[in-house]
């Protein structure tokens, strides 16, 4: 089984990570590919900078992001492979999926209210249109520890 895991190192993808290592356990033969992608606006740059030096620091970004998702992939046994791209981020993921064959896309959402969702659309909701194979969202909920001490 081949596990597309598109990784920002935010709270929602560790949580599709977690998820999709879970489901890499119950398969002899599983690998999980752990893809980051970078551009002008995750790299918070200006596009007047030279198309290389962009690409470098989003190698650099990428590299950094994904050295723990790697790491908890060979604590957890589970074959994985780091992909780092630059590019629009949901047709990067797509495209990728489509290269390397992936049987199915695990990625974390926000949890955008619907409006806001709406409005701005998310890359979630834009990979789910496109993606030709099975795409599992991963939300992000609070901890037990968090409920309780909203109810209680």
Do not use: W, Y
Not at 122 to 131: C, E
């Amino acid at each position: 089984m081949k596990l597309l895991i598109p990784f920002d190192g935010s709270a929602a993808a560790a949580h599709a990570l977690a998820h999709a290592l879970h489901l890499a356990e119950h398969s002899a033969d599983s690998l999980l590919i752990l893809l980051n992608v970078q551009n002008v606006q995750t790299l918070g740059l200006s596009d007047i900078l030279p198309r290389e030096e962009i690409a470098a620091l989003g190698a650099e970004a990428s590299e950094a992001l994904l050295a723990k998702p790697v790491c908890q992939c060979g604590i957890a046994g589970i074959r994985c492979a780091a992909r780092a791209e630059h590019g629009p981020v949901a047709e990067t993921i797509v495209q990728v999926a489509r290269e390397t064959k992936a049987d199915q896309i695990v990625m974390g959402t926000r949890g955008l209210g619907r409006l806001q969702g709406l409005v701005l659309g998310s890359v979630a909701t834009q990979v789910v249109h496109l993606a030709d194979v099975p795409v599992t969202l991963v939300k992000e909920t609070k901890s037990k520890a968090a409920r309780h001490s909203a109810v209680g």
